[in-house]
T-cell receptor, first 116, second 111 residues
Framework: DAGVIQSPRHEVTEMGQEVTLRCKPISGHNSLFWYRQTMMRGLELLIYFNNNVPIDDSGMPEDRFSAKMPNASFSTLKIQPSEPRDSAVYFC??????????????FGEGSRLTVL | GENVEQHPSTLSVQEGDSAVIKCTYSDSASNYFPWYKQELGKGPQLIIDIRSNVGEKKDQRIAVTLNKTAKHFSLHITETQPEDSAVYFCARQGGSYIPTFGRGTSLIVHP
């Protein structure tokens, strides 16, 4: 299996520009998470999808952030307009949720975003 | 709440020594406690986990212990090697499917 695939791996943009990060989860997984990692805050959950439906988006910082999952194979995280404080590594993770409320998360390699 | 406290934030050891990382949680519904290792430039990867009906679990040089009464769990790495250098995250699940992660421990193993 190819694992969780994220693109781009690195993105450098200027303040005010739109940024779109992409994620392809592991085939067969029904849960998808977007996390943001910074030195100051560690791993922060942004949004959680189950069966392509957003279940918890309480971690999305503000209206500038939006996430979609149009099908089981693809998700996007969009920032518009971007700001320097959005600079971080963004991780996508997928898992297969069974009836129990536990399960291993499989992380992608991350997208490092730098907003100048 | 569902907070997870992790200590220490940085741990420096000599090759061959043991390393211990400790986490505490508050949610009594927690019943699954995974540990993830994040190498430089990569995403976190599960290395070992423990469920609430077990007190200890070993896998070669790594072991996890769980004290549900005290709400704490620990990761033990014996005979550390330079390739163990990474950031380690504890987490908990249960009640909610969404895992809560600790802040991470940067482990440095000096040759």
């Amino acid at each position: 299996d190819a694992g969780v695939i994220q693109s781009p791996r690195h993105e450098v943009t200027e303040m005010g520009q739109e940024v779109t990060l992409r994620c392809k989860p592991i085939s067969g997984h029904n849960s998808l998470f977007w996390y943001r990692q910074t030195m100051m805050r560690g791993l922060e959950l942004l949004i959680y999808f189950n069966n392509n439906v957003p279940i918890d988006d309480s971690g999305m910082p503000e209206d500038r952030f939006s996430a979609k999952m149009p099908n089981a194979s693809f998700s996007t995280l969009k920032i518009q307009p971007s700001e320097p404080r959005d600079s971080a590594v963004y991780f996508c993770a997928s898992s297969f949720r069974r009836t129990a409320n536990t399960g291993e998360l499989f992380f992608g390699e991350g997208s490092r975003l730098t907003v100048l | 709440g569902e907070n997870v406290e992790q200590h220490p934030s940085t741990l420096s050891v000599q090759e061959g020594d043991s390393a211990v990382i400790k986490c505490t949680y508050s949610d009594s519904a927690s019943n699954y406690f995974p540990w993830y290792k994040q190498e430089l430039g990569k995403g976190p990867q599960l290395i070992i986990d423990i469920r609430s009906n077990v007190g200890e679990k070993k896998d070669q040089r790594i072991a996890v212990t769980l004290n549900k009464t005290a709400k704490h769990f620990s990761l033990h790495i014996t005979e550390t090697q330079p390739e163990d250098s990474a950031v380690y995250f504890c987490a908990r699940q249960g009640g909610s499917y969404i895992p809560t992660f600790g802040r991470g421990t940067s482990l440095i193993v000096h040759p």
